[in-house]
């Protein structure tokens, strides 16, 4: 199978489940399962419990990982939830991969990106309630400002939340070009020009945090995660942006200053420059992991 996805950091993930003698593994975020099968493959003694919320991309994760039958439990589930099930100290490793997959930008038709017209869904479990067309359709102009800001570092946040409800008059807004059309009209000739990154990226991000509502689940997940692990056992993340990380480097410090862990990545290891030229899409990717000593 064709994945959409290409993994990150595989290597350095892979080094300390081989290092610390992994054998029961959670992969939290098991997206197409690229990760999962790598470390699979090159671990004969690894048995995986792979988790992730979307019902179509763990589709294509029993596709690619048919060889591995027997070796890898397959749960479609919020990580959080599905943590929360686990019996204390029963896992050699946490991991997770936060975010999305290319899978959700290229093939999803949900709205997650705006390369192409889709419907503004950017759910990631499709039984859930909200979704971007809500938030974008239904939010207060300071609500949407502050989601915004919050969720993105977005400095024109204030004005974007204005041009949408400005849009808004004029009728629904349903899809995701007409989105990021609307978000664009908030920027000069000049800054669109200048910026490095279309200027609507930052806000599809801020309304796809808002609508899973990631950064209030990965602090349960930690939790769960550091209870779920037992003694020498690891939890690993890879984030992508500075929201996410700052949440994993406290949590960890704070389990260090407890006295059961310790940090195993006094900094955050990142994509060699191998790995940048391959996949340009390593470039915000940190990884930090904590062990658990007693
Ligand atoms: C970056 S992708 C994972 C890619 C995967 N590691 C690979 O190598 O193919 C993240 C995946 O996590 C899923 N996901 C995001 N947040 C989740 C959560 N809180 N619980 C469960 N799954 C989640 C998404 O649906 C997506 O498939």
């Not at 979307?54 to 599905?82: H, P, T, V, Y």
């Not at 999803?108 to 503004?120: A, I």
Request: aromatic share 10%; charged share 30%; proline share 2%.
């Amino acid at each position: 199978m064709q994945s959409y996805h290409t993994s990150v950091l595989k290597d350095e993930c892979f080094s300390f489940v081989k290092r610390f003698d992994v054998r029961r593994l959670v992969d939290c975020n098991l997206g197409e399962g690229g990760h999962a099968k790598y470390f699979l493959e090159n671990k004969p003694d690894l048995f995986i419990t792979g988790i992730d919320c979307d019902a179509g991309i763990m589709d294509r994760a029993k596709e690619n990982l048919c060889e591995q039958d027997g070796r890898i439990c397959f749960l479609n589930s919020w990580a959080d939830a599905a943590l929360a099930e686990m019996p204390d100290e029963s896992e050699g490793c946490v991991f997770f991969d936060l975010g999305i997959s290319m899978y959700h930008y290229k093939g999803s038709d949900r709205g997650f990106g705006f390369s192409k017209d889709e419907r503004l869904d950017m759910r990631l479990c499709e039984s859930d309630f909200l979704t971007a067309y809500d938030v974008v359709n239904g939010y207060s102009e300071k609500d949407l400002a502050k989601i915004i800001f919050e969720y993105s570092d977005e400095r024109k946040s204030r004005r974007i939340a204005a041009k949408i409800v400005e849009e808004r008059k004029k009728g629904r807004i349903c899809t995701s070009k007409q989105l990021a059309e609307t978000v664009r009209t908030a920027f000069s000739p000049f800054e669109i020009r200048k910026s490095g990154i279309d200027v609507a990226t930052k806000t599809f991000q801020a309304i796809r945090i808002e609508v899973n509502n990631e950064l209030g689940r990965l602090k349960s997940e930690l939790d769960c995660a550091l209870r779920v692990i037992g003694k020498g056992g690891i939890v690993m993340v890879i984030s992508f942006h500075s929201l996410e990380d700052r949440i994993v480097k406290y949590r960890f410090r704070q389990a260090a200053a407890d006295g059961c862990y310790e940090i195993i990545t006094k900094k955050p290891l990142t994509a060699s420059d191998a790995e940048l030229e391959s996949n340009p899409a390593s470039r915000s990717a940190k990884l930090r992991v904590i062990r658990r000593t007693i």
